[in-house]
């Protein structure tokens, strides 16, 4: 599975981005999808996962409604709408593709080492 992001850029704080994510390669809805993101001198952080069919979606208690994954299964594409963005919210952020598991509710997605594919990811810069 290929996936390449797209949608970062440069914004102040307060407005919005929102960052998708094309797969190729494979049947899209096979797959759970997610978003993570790293900041410079930080490791990877999860940010969001959303089901194979849409159905279920978790977020990272620092995105939590600020925040929302979607994905669009006829497009090959999962969307995260990023609101009300904060400085802290600059990183690079990258898309991952993981088994149909990957979103149950115990399931262990906020662990980098779960997910399968990773997409090269799109940077983030929130300023103040």
């Known amino acids: 599975v290929q996936l390449v992001e797209s949608g970062g850029g440069l914004v102040q704080a307060g407005n919005s981005l929102r960052l998708s994510c094309v797969a190729s390669g494979d049947s899209f809805s096979n797959y759970g999808m997610g978003w993570w993101r790293q900041a410079p001198g930080k490791e990877r952080e999860f940010v969001s996962v959303?089901?194979?069919?849409?159905?279920?979606?978790y977020y990272a208690d620092s995105v939590r409604g600020r925040f929302i994954i979607s994905r669009d299964n006829a497009k090959n594409t999962v969307y995260l709408q990023s609101n009300s963005l904060k400085p802290e919210d600059t990183a690079v952020y990258y898309c991952?593709?993981?088994?149909?598991?990957?979103?149950?509710?115990?399931?262990?997605?906020?662990?980098?080492?779960?997910?399968?594919?990773w997409g090269q990811g799109t940077q983030v810069t929130v300023s103040s």
């Open positions: 991952a593709a993981g088994t149909k598991e990957i979103a149950d509710p115990y399931s262990a997605y906020d662990i980098e080492e779960e997910w399968d594919y």
């Open positions: 959303i089901s194979w069919n849409g159905a279920n979606a």
